[in-house]
């Protein structure tokens, strides 16, 4: 479980973000990491049983601040990812958790560019396909619309009139769902997780059969 005090420190640190502070808090927060750290091996358990996990990855709390004009040192939030395995399994997850709550998200944050142009492919070849695999019931269920950036018109090589321009446009290719703090505190916040994870699967099956053929529909590897 992600225990209450876990929370409580980001929504103190947050007032109270210096060095000092930390710093005479520091029980505070080792205690605040390990826990985090617990409850994402325990994710990565569960979601073994259902994917393959390739890298896991618990993000620092400490800000680079070099060149951000916020200079507080320190995040006032704990996220950590999973990668499936690569090259045949494609997609990814991301869990954060503020004093508000928390929120995960899965899908494609940043497509390099040779992923982004066969996924733009596929998608001017055969739309339907595509716009089927992020309708899915259960997805939108969970998901709701997928969201991520995009560009303002249309990228290089496509007409602002094509007729699946709004997928077309997307950089990134993200779900999210957000829960309240109770839910976060709640024992079945693990399983829940884990579900609400299940949910993206048949639009990560659809990706990774994309993403493992050219546009001919050869092998790739």
């Not at 005479?24 to 325990?42: H, I, P």
């Not at 996990?53 to 680079?64: G, N, P, T």
């Amino acid at each position: 479980m992600i225990q209450k005090d876990t929370i409580a420190f980001l929504e103190d640190i947050r007032k109270n973000n210096n060095r000092p502070w930390f710093q005479a808090n520091k029980e505070r927060y080792l205690d605040a990491q390990k826990n985090v750290k617990d409850f994402l091996l325990s994710l990565e358990t569960e979601m073994n049983k259902i994917d393959s996990i390739e890298k896991i990855k618990l993000f620092r709390i400490y800000r680079d601040v070099r060149f951000s004009k916020d200079k507080s040192p320190y995040n006032s939030h704990w996220s950590m990812s999973m990668g499936r395995t690569k090259p045949y399994l494609r997609g990814g997850y991301y869990l954060k958790l503020n004093p508000e709550g928390g929120m995960i998200a899965c899908g494609f944050w940043n497509p390099n560019s040779s992923d982004l142009s066969l996924i733009r492919g596929q998608i001017d070849q055969d739309p339907k396909a595509f716009r089927k695999a992020i309708n899915n019931k259960k997805l939108k269920q969970v998901f709701g619309q997928m969201g991520g950036e995009a560009v303002k018109t249309a990228p290089k090589g496509y007409n602002k009139d094509h007729p699946a321009i709004d997928l077309i446009r997307h950089k990134q290719f993200i779900f999210t769902k957000e829960f309240s703090r109770k839910e976060v505190h709640d024992k079945d916040f693990l399983k829940q997780v884990v579900l609400s994870y299940k949910a993206i699967r048949p639009f990560f099956d659809y990706m990774s059969d994309i993403l493992g053929h050219n546009l001919n529909g050869e092998p790739l590897y």
